[in-house]
């Protein structure tokens, strides 16, 4: 059975970093792009980045450009986010999702596998 495994997430004062993973596990295919995704209370969900299985990434969310990157490690099936220069505007549950194909995408609708969660709190 497919599963996807957040850690990671904690309390981090502004300007301080954090490194999410997300384990994947429960299939065999290497073909699927990884969606990292938040929610902030009262908000709706938004994209954050995306990787490839060929490691391309693509952002959705500009007010992470310079601060937030995505990478993967095949061999383990996980996917990161490093996020740098944390703002208390990024305090929310960040969620990572896995879709099938080559292709990276916007939408939350188009994931099907997601993960339970991690929150990330930053606060002095």
């Known amino acids: 059975q497919l599963q996807l495994v957040e850690s990671g997430g904690g309390l981090v004062q502004p300007g301080g970093s954090l490194r999410l993973s997300c384990a994947a596990s429960?299939?065999?295919?290497?073909?699927?792009?990884i969606g990292w995704f938040r929610q902030a209370p009262g908000k709706e969900r938004e994209g954050v980045l995306c990787?490839?299985?060929?490691?391309?990434?693509?952002n959705y969310a500009d007010s992470v450009k310079g601060r937030f990157t995505i990478s993967r490690d095949n061999a383990k099936n996980t996917v990161y986010l490093q996020m740098n220069s944390l703002k208390p505007e990024d305090t929310a549950a960040y969620y990572c999702?896995?879709?099938?194909?080559?292709?990276?995408?916007?939408?939350?609708?188009?994931?099907?596998?997601w993960g339970q969660g991690t929150q990330v709190t930053v606060s002095s």
């Open positions: 429960g299939f065999t295919s290497n073909y699927y792009v």
């Open positions: 990787i490839t299985s060929s490691g391309g990434s693509t």
């Open positions: 999702a896995l879709a099938w194909g080559l292709v990276c995408r916007r939408s939350e609708h188009e994931y099907a596998n």
